[in-house]
């Protein structure tokens, strides 16, 4: 292959690394400098070549555009798993994400044949976050380019990394992750959907994450930075002309739950949380501020303009919202869009009837709703691997006799179902 010859007769460096870097080169027009997509790595393409290897590359741009695209790349993602409002982190053992070049991928991958399942493609991104550091995210898709192992936060997708996007008028679903938790927490769920046929992206909540919850108690932050994903989805990714701009949905679980139903033009009353602590103060959300020394919500300064809809999405999934209880009749009133709302029989973190149910008696509209038998709260997290079973049990193990894996299948199904039937 050309590819080879080049990297055989004119390399400087490692030559899987110069391939992420060609690749990058690439996706951005040839066009000299660029920043790798992974974080805080800046790279130069052309000090990786000699001179005459850059002039083989122009000569060939186009062969090199077919080429390079079929080289396989590994996604490093450790990042904190998914974690409640309860406030527990992962801790030390978690790192950032990084992107690493697989050096014994193969060159040349099969063509993927049409009658074979629906491929998915995957990219990180950086959302700009106005004055704030951009959020990271990643952006799962339907595409034409065969998969590779690609490990994301403990688990392992079978994905093409930055492949082609396929399709067109595709309908798009921003996912909002649960408290402490990352853009990776719902992957499965984002793997499904984009074999559906759905361009799907999730952010880190910034201030709200495994490494930072800062900013946890400023519940509105998180509505807003789900609507920048949605302008960068938009206007800036890549494959921005893919998607339907009428088709937009959201799914969040936990304080994801909380903030779909934001965006959908929900609008809590945090004073609320103050009174039901008094009447309930060994709940889950009443111990983790006390402990964190919140003693009244009053404290907090919410800004006037804090609840802001966002109109550009149809439909919204909830899974075990958090805060259910601080929405009103009045604060959902504007919501007119179609709801699914899923409780887990056995929450004890947000027991019923504070939460679904209250939200669920209090929609203008009839919400679509689901009780799963014997789940709790963090079965709506991907079913766990061997090492998190024992590092993470307090959210990897399920009651007996539940199976988190069957769960997660028909979970998925239903979603599926759900935003085609709500995004037409």
């Not at 984002?190 to 946890?216: C, E, M, N, P, W």
């Not at 959300?285 to 550009?312: E, F, M, Y």
């Amino acid at each position: 292959m050309l590819l080879e010859r080049l990297f055989q007769r004119h390399r400087t460096g490692n030559p899987a690394a110069l391939r992420h870097k060609l690749q990058v080169a690439l996706d951005k027009g040839l066009n000299g400098r660029t920043y790798d997509y992974s974080p805080m790595v800046y790279v130069t393409v052309w000090d990786g070549l000699r001179p005459e290897a850059r002039a083989i590359m122009k000569r060939h741009k186009a062969e090199f555009a077919k080429t390079v695209r079929q080289i396989n790349l590994v996604l490093v993602a450790i990042a904190g798993f998914l974690l409640s409002l309860n406030g527990m982190a992962v801790g030390a053992t978690a790192k950032p994400a990084v992107l690493v070049a697989d050096a014994a991928a193969p060159i040349d991958r099969p063509p993927v044949s049409p009658a074979q399942e629906t491929q998915v493609g995957f990219d990180e991104v950086r959302v700009p976050n106005g004055s704030e550091p951009p959020l990271i995210g990643g952006i799962w898709y339907p595409t034409t380019d065969g998969p590779g192992n690609v490990p994301l936060d403990g688990f392992s997708q079978q994905v093409a990394l930055n492949g082609a996007v396929k399709g067109r008028g595709l309908p798009l679903i921003v996912l909002s992750h649960g408290g402490a938790g990352s853009y990776a927490g719902h992957y499965d769920t984002a793997l499904a959907l984009a074999r559906a046929g759905f361009v799907v992206a999730a952010i880190s909540h910034a201030g709200d994450t495994y490494d930072d919850q800062s900013k946890v108690m400023m519940l509105w932050r998180r509505p807003a930075q789900l609507s920048r994903l949605i302008d960068y989805m938009l206007s800036d990714w890549r494959g921005r002309a893919a998607i339907d701009t009428r088709r937009i949905g959201a799914y969040g679980f936990s304080n994801g739950g909380f903030t779909v139903l934001v965006e959908a033009g929900g609008i809590p009353g945090l004073m609320k949380i103050d009174p039901y602590c008094a009447s309930n103060p060994t709940h889950d959300l009443c111990t983790a501020l006390a402990q964190a020394g919140v003693h009244s919500i009053s404290a907090i300064n919410i800004p006037s303009d804090a609840w802001k809809p966002d109109r550009r999405i149809k439909a919204i999934a909830a899974a075990a919202p958090a805060f259910g209880f601080t929405f009103d009749r009045a604060g959902l009133a504007s919501v007119s869009i179609p709801v699914l709302l899923w409780r887990a029989a056995d929450d004890r973190r947000q027991p019923n009837p504070w939460y679904e149910e209250h939200i669920r008696d209090a929609l203008p509209l009839v919400a679509e709703y689901h009780v799963e038998a014997q789940a709790g709260h963090y079965a709506f997290l991907p079913p766990c691997s061997a090492h998190m079973l024992k590092s993470l049990p307090q959210i990897c193990v399920d009651a007996p006799g539940f199976d988190r894996a069957d769960f997660h299948k028909r979970l998925n199904a239903e979603l599926i179902r759900f935003f085609q039937a709500s995004l037409r």
